[in-house]
């Protein structure tokens, strides 16, 4: 008889996590072992599949402290109701490649779905930037105004760099996708299994090759928690700024992510984007325990990095989860105020550099001169506390600098600093028409991988049920 103790802290949590969140992984994986024992000849292997098929149907049996767990619980359930058949079940089988097989189908799934809401998040940025191809805002580095750009060019360098996250998940799930079964405890089976079968029945790609490694790697769950942090971190720096543009009314949500104040009528403050800020936070700290949780055990001991994983790697779904469904509602329809934007353009020093650029190209003196007199020009300005719009063609010839009042004017247009930008990359409309096209194409051709391997894994998944199919993992 288990420990009381040991039964609330350990048991009773890890029946009722896999009950809740592994079941259809735990039948998928023992359907497909038992179809392959069938394969191979073992009798009763394919009724142990058939009954197995059919108990999934049912409820599941509430936590008992006298059964260990959720596979004891399925084996007594099946010696009920034919011993024979249980008995061919436990051929070549353990827990042990049986719980790593669970966790990395789990994780197949949880990875498709995050996948399929980052792609959404790219596909709504790419929405936004389409109609903001001309919206002229003013870039910040240091917490300082840079220089002009357009919201367009700053939502595709961060569709760029979920486009460059959308790869790490699907590099990562291509090494999630090995399958432990067949591993048995560690060192294998003297049966004459087929371990390929088994993989190809639940949609892996391939048997992992060392049984020994299959049943104590770690490192796929890191490898996964690692990509959540890299693009939360990402996510919450966007966040910053949009919070930042918020809180200067140059961007607000619509009315049902934001909340009033009970005392200042004025107030609309953004919510959801905090909200989403803070489930990042919380999705990286998740992805911590999941690291710790692997750190410095040995690596035949897969109780830590086993069931003690999963629950911070829910946490972190969850969190991740939420965290790109309010970002990607907070950007399919907010209010730009274009006019304010572009007042702070005009008035600020932001364009300064291509009055550098048109000194340079006019006089041939070298940028590094050019620069140096446009430094000490706003000096001037500071000390006169008067702003770049009122430059004077008599202030450029005070520091030995004689250009039209039509190349002055134009060096200081916000509009035209961006359209000179023709190189790769740059913000120019003309330019930036082609960049949001070529990754509307990339996006299309990284939905059309997620539908293909959905497709594949809702058939696995159908032929293990005995049904016609499941959800998809998009869903």
């Known amino acids: 008889m288990w420990h009381d103790t040991y039964l609330k802290a350990v048991l009773q949590p890890d029946y009722t996590y896999a009950s809740e969140h592994l079941l259809p992984h735990l039948f998928d994986s023992l359907t497909a072992h038992a179809l392959m024992l069938d394969s191979v000849g073992v009798a009763h292997a394919a009724e142990a599949a058939r009954l197995l098929q059919a108990m999934r149907r049912e409820p599941f049996p509430p936590y008992d402290p006298l059964v260990e767990d959720v596979f004891f ?168 700024d949009l919070l930042f543009w918020a809180s200067r009314g140059l961007l607000a949500l619509e009315d049902g992510l934001v909340q009033g104040s009970s005392v200042m009528p004025q107030k609309r403050n953004p919510v959801a984007l905090e909200h989403a800020r803070t489930k990042f936070s919380k999705a990286i700290g998740m992805t911590q325990s999941v690291i710790l949780s692997s750190h410095n055990v040995p690596f035949g001991d897969i109780n830590d990095p086993g069931p003690d994983m999963q629950p911070p790697l829910s946490s972190m779904w969850q969190e991740f989860r939420e965290g790109v469904e309010l970002m990607t509602a907070s950007l399919q329809n907010p209010v730009i105020n274009r006019e304010k934007w572009l007042h702070e353009a005009r008035r600020g020093e932001s364009p300064i550099t291509e009055l550098a650029d048109a000194i340079t190209r006019k006089t041939g003196c070298g940028f590094r001169v050019a620069h140096g007199r446009v430094k000490t020009l706003l000096n001037q300005l500071h000390d006169e506390e008067r702003t770049i719009d009122t430059l004077t063609l008599g202030d450029l010839q005070g520091i030995g600098v004689d250009i039209s009042s039509a190349e002055l004017q134009s060096a200081l247009n916000p509009a035209e600093f961006i359209a000179r930008r023709t190189t790769l990359g740059g913000p120019a409309p003309s330019v930036m028409r082609g960049e949001i096209d070529d990754a509307q194409q990339r996006l299309q051709a990284d939905f059309a991988r997620h539908e293909g391997l959905t497709g594949r894994f809702m058939a696995s998944r159908a032929q293990l049920e005995g049904t016609g199919g499941e959800r998809p993992p998009g869903g």
């Open 73 to 240: 619980t399925v084996d007594r359930g099946l010696a009920s109701l034919n011993p024979p058949a249980a008995g061919a079940l436990r051929t070549a089988l353990s827990r042990n490649d049986l719980d790593m097989t669970i966790y990395r189908l789990a994780a197949r799934l949880r990875l498709m779905r995050a996948l399929f809401r980052v792609l959404n998040l790219r596909r709504t940025l790419l929405a936004f930037a389409d109609r903001e191809i001309d919206t002229i805002i003013v870039a910040y580095t240091h917490h300082q105004p840079a220089q002009p750009t357009t919201l367009a060019h700053y939502l595709t360098a961060v569709e760029n760099n979920l486009a460059r996250d959308t790869q790490r998940m699907f590099e990562a799930l291509a090494r999630v996708n090995l399958s432990p079964m067949g591993a048995v405890a560690l060192g294998g089976t003297s049966f004459p299994i087929d371990r390929f079968r088994t993989a190809e029945l639940l949609g892996f790609e391939r048997p992992i090759e060392n049984t020994y490694d299959a049943v104590s790697a770690s490192d796929w769950q890191v490898e996964v928690a690692s990509v959540i942090t890299v693009t939360s971190t990402t996510l919450s720096r966007v966040l910053h």
